[in-house]
């Protein structure tokens, strides 16, 4: 018996999410624990929902979600791009509905390094004429 599964990978800062989607009831489970229970703001658990319910997927699949690293924050932004990537596997007919709310779209945005000679990545040490 083969169990269909739809696979997608999300990143967002330093957390890289591994998302699995098989078809079941909408249990979502993040790191062998309810995502209630892994994000308890209520932002975040709406946040890694959101492309499942714009798909009115909630109810059809089972998520299991491997995320590492970064803050809770972060990882939620990651499990949304991956579930949404797992979604245009299932179904690439919702491409245009995920990409116009923008679920589709990797965020760039990264923590600048320290640069040498200077105390953080923009900060400067005092400046003193004499």
Known sequence: ????????????????ARVFLMPGT?????NHTDFQEYFKNKTQRMIVTQPLVLTDSLEKFD??????GG?????AGA???GISRALLQFDAESR???KKAGFLTRDPRMKER?????PG???????SKR
């Open 121 to 127: 990545a923009r900060k400067r040490f005092q400046f």
């Open 96 to 98: 245009q509905k995920l």
């Open 26 to 30: 909408g249990q979502i489970v993040v």
């Open 114 to 118: 320290k640069k040498y000679g200077q």
């Open 79 to 81: 499990v949304q791009l």
């Open 63 to 68: 998520v299991y979600v491997n995320v590492s």
């Open 1 to 16: 018996m083969d169990k269909v599964q739809y696979y997608g990978t999300g990143k967002r800062k330093t957390s890289t």
């Open 71 to 75: 803050g809770y924050s972060g990882q």
